[in-house]
């Protein structure tokens, strides 16, 4: 009788077995770090007015689209050809933070979604939500576009607290 309730028990487990969904492995969290890494140096590039970095880190042709919310705007867009361009003649400081981002890799794809608040001059401007896609390419992760909204009013003070006085500086 031991033997027949092995059995069983061994027939129980494998049916388990059978019908249980499979395991997918999961993104390595250095890609994710990557990936964040790669979103912070855009950041800082635009603190910085430096063209050369965030071409480096972006592809030419991806666009990021603009949706201001509460106007009555078409959304915008532009290349990520021009939103370099437009950094080699900038004359203000901008500082753009990100909190709680949620990343998603899969196979040399990724998404970065994170609420946002942007500052120029010194002085609050807008919040929103930031939405980017990178790819992994021979010379690392880069961004192939985004879409993010402009909302001026209804914005929740960022955990970071406000910037410090050196933010944004160039």
């Not at 361009?85 to 933070?97: A, D, I, P």
Request: hydrophobic share 40%.
């Amino acid at each position: 009788m031991p033997i027949l309730r092995v059995f069983r028990i061994a027939l129980v487990v494998v049916g388990v077995l059978a019908i249980a969904p499979p395991v997918h492995a999961q993104p390595a969290a250095s890609d994710e770090r990557e990936v964040l890494a790669v979103t912070q140096k855009l950041f800082d590039a635009m603190v910085a007015c430096d063209e050369v970095t965030i071409r480096a880190i972006t592809v030419p042709e991806g666009r990021l689209y603009r949706q201001t919310v509460g106007a009555d705007v078409p959304a915008r867009s532009v290349t990520l050809n021009e939103f370099a361009t437009s950094f080699g003649k900038c004359g203000r400081k901008m500082l753009e933070r990100m909190w709680q981002p949620q990343v998603r890799v899969h196979k040399g794809i990724a998404t970065v979604w994170t609420p946002y608040d942007f500052w120029l001059d010194g002085k609050f401007s807008h919040c929103g939500i930031d939405s980017f896609e990178l790819m992994k390419t021979p010379r690392g992760w880069v961004l192939t576009g985004g879409t993010y909204t402009v909302e001026r009013e209804g914005c929740v003070p960022s955990p970071l607290g406000p910037p410090s006085a050196s933010a944004g500086a160039r």
